[in-house]
């Protein structure tokens, strides 16, 4: 299964960590007197008048005595509100150096400069505000000293903004376990929630060792706590607690990495033990349903002044950030309600009277790209059944449904947003990042499940069951035992909306991967003729390859995509391949179809596979007189018919792969090698293709590489597939051949007798044997 999974694919913006300084570090260097100073408290000593000599010669700004006032007014039992006082100082210096980082077109580390923040954490600053912040928690004194809530805001502010300016502080307060924790009995004050979060979001992202979250005091209480908008922020906290470390580069890792990784770690990863303690929160999934499914209204007009928001985009940061800007304005707007209160005005009123309305959309839009996220990597994870029985019951597709039109797929979306492909770290906009991340939800919930029938609604099932009736084949278990009562209400169901707007896709819009991934997974798993006449009759397989011959499209990952769904749409289907035929009517288009196939194998793989199946399959049905027609007429059938260019394409297969490349994303090139020997196998033709591949090693001058390569890739499969972990029944799914032929045939081929005619190394001449034996030695 190809599956993309990437969590940067929202709207981000402050850097984690500011390297350089450059300037700064020069002044520095020339303190030749107090060169060990970085050690945390050491300014707390230091005379008076000596600081203030230095602070002349180094523009400290007075940050060192205000630090070591800070201190000293910071003692048990102190007034904390001349320690107030005295931060706000000091946030005061500190803060213009954060906003000059926000705005100033995020300036690269290496150009950007912020001397006070480096001089508050280099004297101790840093420490000296964790130690305020926990002194509370640490004291034995019976009656423990209480911390204003602005006192606690400001600190962590201050904090957050050293994070982003100062190389290293978010590396050392990560460290801190003790410290990381401490900050989620911070969110239980809605006050402070907003800081807290934005800071523990920052921390995080840069720990080396994921938090375990059954580490955190009472969780389930503190999430229970939370309002709906709380609970929708602390997903983005949550989202690196549950997200595998190398997730974003999965298809980059070689399986044989991958292997060996597994063998060292047998045991549940963080991130696995973190889902299932999520899932043992009662009543999350169901309130995590329940706001991606919310409705926002919209106030008349919002939607014509959305474009005055693009501007926005490329400096909020991310939730926390609008919820701070959005209490601004609403504040604002009450102020001026005498001015504007007539709802039709909006529109024609200061941008500044009409925030409430339009980033309320906005502000919706980033929340669910978070609940959403999490709802993902919750449906991808070991305890997937349990989250599909949850989400179902929750009717979250159905939800989901009654928000496409007006929310999920707004028609008024800018048309020159850059959209990435989905392996980038993507600067998107929130609704950008909204649509993938509803793409990829739909795409984890259908894939190789049965609850895939409820993006459907009841019309369309009894539109399944009719095509059943009438092809006199029986309805799949699957779309019997669907509930009805959780399915799609309304004209359309999920499916088909998402059909129509990926019809009306630009042709160079990287929604098309994202779009055709989610389809696919709609047909993944046992094939159904119901479901691919379902997608047929409403014009599917046409749009596909208008795509691939006629759209110009130069994209691999989006052609990669519809080579995939056209596979699952047409395999074992001879009305798909009628419908081919009429399409491709001309040798230009077969050309053009075939030059898009053969410019990439690995892309096109699977759709070779499904090609190579479909005609073995009807080959055998030569009493059908449509199957005859089609067979006799089908320009692509009729060209895999030939013996030359089935072998060209395996010579192809196992030429492009080899044991140390082998990925998650190319393996499948190994599997539709082995389905064409399988099936040439069935007919007893295997001792003639091993042969022509031999002929092919000694005309191409490398003799024995190839055979080799493919013995070696032979004895990964079987470690690979074998394992008892492994679940293969894809393999058998998709192909319709039973697994245990799949397994017969590898160990026929890898048999080490020479004088049998179905053995590889019968092919290679001794001299050429064994050429990387060592590749998979342990």
Known sequence: MRLFLHKHLRPRLFVKSVSGCVGVRRTFSKLSHISCIHHSFVVFQLPEALLQERDKRAKWHGIPELLQKLHESSHPNSDLSHTHSVLKELSSLLSMEAMSFVTEDRKSAQESTFPNTYTFDLFGGVDLLVEILMRPTLTMQKKKPQMNDDLVKDCLSVLYNCCICTEGVTKSLAARDDFVLFLFTLMTNKKTFLQTATLIEDILGVKKDMIQLEGIPNLSGLVQSFDQQQLANFCRILSVTISEPDVRNDDKHTLLAKNAQQKRNAS????????????????????????????????????????????????????????????????????????????????????????????????????????????????????????????????????????????????????????????????????????????????????????????????????????????????????????????????????????????????????????????????????????????????LLEHILFCIIDSGCKSRDVLQSYFDLLGELMKFNIDAFKRFNKYVSTDDKFQTFMTQINSSLVDSNMLVRCIVLSLDRFESQTEDVKVVEVLSECCLLSYMARVENRLSFLFRLVNVINVQTLTQENVSCLNTSLVVLMLARRRGKLPFYLNTLREKEYAEKYPGCLLNNFHNLLRFWQRHYLNKDKDSTCLENSSCIPFDYWKETVSVLLVSDRTSLCAIASYIDEPFMDLDRDLLED
């Open 268 to 539: 549940p990863s963080r991130a696995e033990v973190n889902q299932v303690t999520l899932l043992n929160i009662p009543g999350f999934i169901e309130r995590l349903c329940k706001l991606a499914t919310r409705k926002v209204s919209e106030a008349t007009g919002a939607s014509n002044f959305l474009q005055e928001l693009e501007d926005w985009y490329t400096w909020l940061d991310n939730a926390l950030v609008l919820d701070a800007l959005m209490q601004m304005a609403t504040e604002e707007a009450e102020h001026s309600s005498t001015e504007s209160s007539d709802e039709s005005s909006m529109a024609t009123s200061p941008l500044r009277h009409r925030l409430p309305q339009s980033m309320k959309i906005v502000h919706e839009i980033m929340y669910k790209v978070e609940v959403l996220y999490v709802l993902c990597v919750l449906l991808m994870g070991r305890q997937r059944n349990q989250v599909h029985k949850m989400l179902a019951e929750f009717r979250l597709i159905p939800g989901l449904n009654n928000l496409f039109d007006k929310l999920i797929w707004r028609k008024y979306t800018s048309s020159d947003h850059v959209v990435h492909g989905q392996n980038e770290n993507c600067d998107c906009s929130p609704e950008i990042s909204f649509k993938i991340q509803f793409l990829r939800l739909l795409q984890s919930f259908s894939d190789h499940h049965e609850n895939k029938y409820l993006l459907l609604n009841s019309q369309e099932l009894n539109e399944l069951s009719a095509i059943s009736l009438k092809a006199n084949i029986p309805e799949v278990e699957a779309l019997v035992n669907t509930d009805r009562s959780l399915v799609c209400d309304g004209k359309k169901g999920l499916l088909t909306r998402l059909l129509a707007v990926m019809k009306r896709e630009p042709p160079d819009s990287s929604f098309r991967f994202w779009q055709a991934r989610a389809v696919e997974s709609f047909l993944r798993g046992a094939t159904s003729y119901a479901d691919q006449m379902f997608l047929l009759k409403r014009g």
